[in-house]
């Protein structure tokens, strides 16, 4: 049985709707998904810095243009950020430096995003990409089932490059409820062959429009069977859209999570969730 703890840890200023987060070095790179802006936030200094992602950005970005950057995910010193694809202005994926703190590349998904929705059974109205991993050799895209359909999809993506070199594989899961309401898929991070996820119960079947929040989970897939191990709600209240891990002891693994407060006000709070195996 898993047990776990709660807190919050610190609330970031100048950062809104938090939608991705990595912790590294005792800071943390964090996405929102009204931003075209990587923020990089120490802790011990509470220095903020903002690093465009594409040419004029903002903070908050309309709607109906934003690039809805909504995952995150970091393999040596590159980190990548991902469009959801939930319309048509969402494909784009950015490849961020750490070192040298630059852009190294931007690619449009769209292709792939297509060949996804194909394999996977889902409508484009469906389709809302809001966790990723990249371990060095195979992707893990994350789709929010939290339309009308429900459709939370794993995608295993190997192959070359994202764009016209790449094999995919689609698991479905069935996630609880809470509250009547079906989870859907938030984030996911890889910790040893464990892929640890975060769902929320959102009162919406859009994509798009967001609903009543009525909480949280974490669960485990094991990356050899794709199964599910235990799932765990976590919250009543808050929408957890970023995990990362901080550390690792023995049986206890330390998270840190933020939260989509989906408003425009630029703060963001940021969680410790303590999880023990007995």
């Given at each position: 049985m898993e047990k776990f703890q709660l807190s919050l840890l610190f609330k970031i200023?100048?950062?809104?709707?938090?939608?991705?987060?990595?912790?590294?070095?005792?800071?943390?790179?964090a996405i929102g998904d009204n931003s075209s802006y990587l923020y990089e936030y120490t802790i011990d200094s509470q220095k903020l810095e903002k690093h465009a992602l594409i040419e004029n950005p903002q903070e908050n970005t309309p709607k109906k243009v934003k690039l809805d950057f909504e995952a995150i995910t970091k393999f040596e010193n590159?980190?990548?950020i991902f469009g959801s694809g939930s319309t048509e202005n969402r494909n784009k994926m950015v490849?961020?430096?750490?070192?040298?703190?630059?852009?190294?590349?931007?690619?449009?998904?769209?292709?792939?995003?297509?060949?996804?929705?194909s394999f996977g059974k889902i409508t484009p109205d469906d389709f809302n990409i809001e966790g990723a991993i990249?371990?060095?050799?195979?992707?893990?895209?994350?789709?929010?089932?939290?339309?009308?359909?429900n459709k939370?999809?794993?995608?295993?993506?190997?192959?070359?490059?994202?764009?016209?070199?790449f094999r995919v594989l689609a698991n479905e899961y069935k996630l609880p409820?809470?509250?009547?309401?079906?989870?859907?898929?938030?984030?996911?991070?890889?910790?040893?062959?464990?892929?640890?996820?975060?769902a929320t119960a959102e009162n919406t079947e859009s994509t798009y429009d967001d609903g009543e929040v009525l909480g949280?989970?974490?669960?485990?897939?094991?990356?050899?069977?794709?199964?599910?191990?235990?799932?765990?709600?976590?919250?009543?209240?808050?929408?957890?859209?970023?995990?990362?891990?901080s550390k690792k002891s023995g049986k206890e693994i330390e998270f840190f999570l933020c939260e989509d407060n989906d408003t425009e006000v630029l703060e963001s709070n940021i969680f410790k969730l303590l999880i023990s195996e007995k």
């Open positions: 200023i100048g950062l809104g709707s938090a939608s991705g987060l990595i912790y590294q070095d005792n800071s943390i790179l590159n980190v990548y490849q961020f430096d750490t070192t040298t703190k630059k852009i190294t590349a931007t690619t449009d998904l769209s292709d792939l995003y297509l060949v996804m929705q990249y371990n060095g050799q195979s992707w893990y895209l994350f789709n929010r089932g939290n339309g009308k359909t939370n999809v794993v995608f295993t993506i190997d192959g070359e490059n994202l764009t016209n070199d409820k809470i509250k009547g309401v079906r989870t859907s898929f938030t984030d996911a991070i890889l910790v040893e062959d464990k892929i640890y996820f975060l949280s989970i974490i669960g485990r897939i094991d990356t050899t069977t794709m199964k599910i191990e235990f799932t765990k709600k976590i919250t009543d209240t808050h929408k957890f859209e970023g995990i990362s891990i």
